[in-house]
């Protein structure tokens, strides 16, 4: 290989090198104890609505108890910022025409989230529940991601996540935009 050919390759690696450091220094760590629960999440996408539809005026306390079964289950031992994620892809979800147009629909819809119907109230702990508050005050007050609709677990590499747009990886859940 001649020192040109080094060069380049070089180059390329140290250029790569500055984009990651860079973008890992605009993310704010959410388990230190210097910040709060709640951090947002750099954003690196758009927050508008992929799908316009009629928007959910006012949860009943099945819609609240729906979302803190999906977010319990999806999320149990993740951070904040993730299950925050994961419950805006319910909204959004109830938003879609594509979608239930409640959070229970759109919670039970079959082979979408993990089994809520074993999830028994008494399950629920204080930090879901301050998680399913922040979620639906960021809805009402317009700061909920309105751009995910899919996530999976990292484990896992499901045939549909190569066709859509990643926007977010936060904890064990990579999240993506229609």
């Not at 910040?35 to 996408?45: A, C, M, N, V, Y």
């Not at 994961?86 to 919670?107: E, K, L, M, Q």
Request: charged residues 20%.
């Amino acid at each position: 290989m001649t020192f040109m050919k080094k060069s380049v390759i070089f180059a390329v690696v140290l250029a790569s090198l500055t984009v990651i450091n860079q973008r890992s220094a605009e993310a704010k760590p959410l388990d230190n104890d210097n910040h709060s629960l709640f951090q947002e999440l750099t954003p690196t996408f758009p927050i508008t609505n992929p799908v316009k539809s009629k928007p959910i005026k006012a949860l009943s306390e099945s819609d609240i108890r729906c979302l803190e079964a999906v977010v319990y289950n999806e999320t149990r031992g993740n951070k904040a910022q993730g299950a925050i994620l994961v419950g805006a892809t319910v909204f959004n979800r109830a938003n879609s025409r594509y979608y239930p147009n409640t959070i229970c629909g759109v919670a039970y819809q079959k082979a979408q989230f993990t089994n809520i119907r074993k999830v028994q109230p008494h399950h629920i702990n204080k930090q879901t529940r301050d998680v399913v508050q922040e979620i639906i005050e960021r809805y009402y007050n317009g700061t909920l991601n309105k751009a995910v609709m899919y996530f999976h677990n990292t484990t896992v590499v499901p045939k549909w996540s190569h066709k859509k747009k990643r926007v977010a990886k936060v904890g064990a859940h990579i999240f993506y935009a229609r």
